[in-house]
């Protein structure tokens, strides 16, 4: 299980200043716990565009954000993801919550065939996600409980050694 305290903890232990975001259901309870913690500045936005450039304005003023967003906005907002922290090569962690997942596994990760990315009955954004970060060259980690939150931490690493943004998938609902 993947808990907001394990999350804020290390939020904190990397230096985080803002989080950025758009809550979904997966993500709701560590939106509630963000915006009632004194040390880390919650920044919701109405697009999820917007949480990149956000960000960047952020980075840019010498904080240190962080982006929360689900998969589906993710894809909404590929453009300003490439024109800010991609093209700007600013070392920004994304926390993306992973809808579909628990659909895709069962599947054994077999590509998904035009019929099926047009059924009602199949997330096909679970689909996209992962091979869309591997063609914008974004590095990514999966975490799935607590004892994972220590990518967090690596991706962060990594972010600034590379000035590069790292992407964290969060696969299970946080609580």
């Known amino acids: 299980m993947l808990t907001t305290r394990r999350l804020l903890d290390t939020f904190k232990q990397i230096g985080i200043s803002h989080a950025v975001g758009l809550p979904d259901n ?8 963000l915006a009632d913690d004194p040390d880390i500045y919650l920044i919701t936005v109405t697009r999820e565009g917007e949480a990149f450039a956000t960000a960047a304005g952020l980075w840019l003023g010498g ?11 993710l ?5 300003a993801l490439r024109g800010t922290l991609i093209r700007m090569r600013l070392p920004v962690v ?28 199949i997330d096909s954004v679970a689909a996209l996600l992962e091979p869309t970060l591997r063609a914008w060259t974004l590095p990514y980690e999966l975490v799935s409980d607590n004892a994972d939150a220590e990518k967090i931490i690596a991706a962060q690493q990594r972010a600034h050694e590379q000035n590069f943004p790292q992407v964290i998938i969060i696969a299970e609902t946080i609580h």
């Open 63 to 73: 904080q240190k954000p962080l982006v929360v967003i689900q998969n589906t906005g």
């Open 26 to 33: 997966s993500t709701a309870a560590l939106f509630h716990a």
């Open 75 to 79: 894809l909404e907002a590929g453009d």
């Open 94 to 121: 994304c926390l993306v919550s992973y809808r579909g997942y628990k659909s895709l596994a069962a599947r054994a990760n077999s590509p998904l065939t035009p019929d099926e990315l047009s059924r009602r009955d």
